[in-house]
């Protein structure tokens, strides 16, 4: 059975479940540039997945993926950032910087599959 909908699909739900999480972790932030950025990425994971998924192919919405791969790339960077700069608490980045692992094993099973 294909996907007809990108709304079904497991990895789109997760990822847009992290960025709620991390719109909640940074509302509070008055560094509005880190903010920004950190949410901005957050948001490009899902959005990635869902622009991809409605191009005209699999090569396009590969691209797409790969784009969406690189924003949790830099989600997770900011992440490691965000405890040294002590705006998250320790155990808080941890479980985040897991769900972006967690999506990258997802995106890359998701990209070998269409291959």
């Not at 996907?3 to 497991?10: G, M, T």
């Amino acid at each position: 059975m294909t996907v007809q909908r990108f709304e079904d699909l497991k990895i789109w739900q997760k990822s847009q479940d992290l960025a709620v999480r991390i719109y909640a972790s940074f509302s509070g932030s008055r560094d509005f540039g880190f903010r920004d950025q950190i949410t901005r990425a957050s948001i490009s994971i899902s959005n990635n997945i869902a622009e991809g998924f409605e191009r005209s192919s699999n090569a396009d919405f590969k691209r797409f993926l790969y784009f969406s791969l690189a924003s949790n790339s830099e989600l997770r960077s900011m992440l490691y950032l965000s405890e040294r700069l002590n705006y998250i608490d320790k155990s808080e980045s941890k479980d985040s910087i897991n769900e972006t692992n967690e999506i990258s094993k997802m995106l890359y099973a998701f990209i070998k599959s269409m291959k």
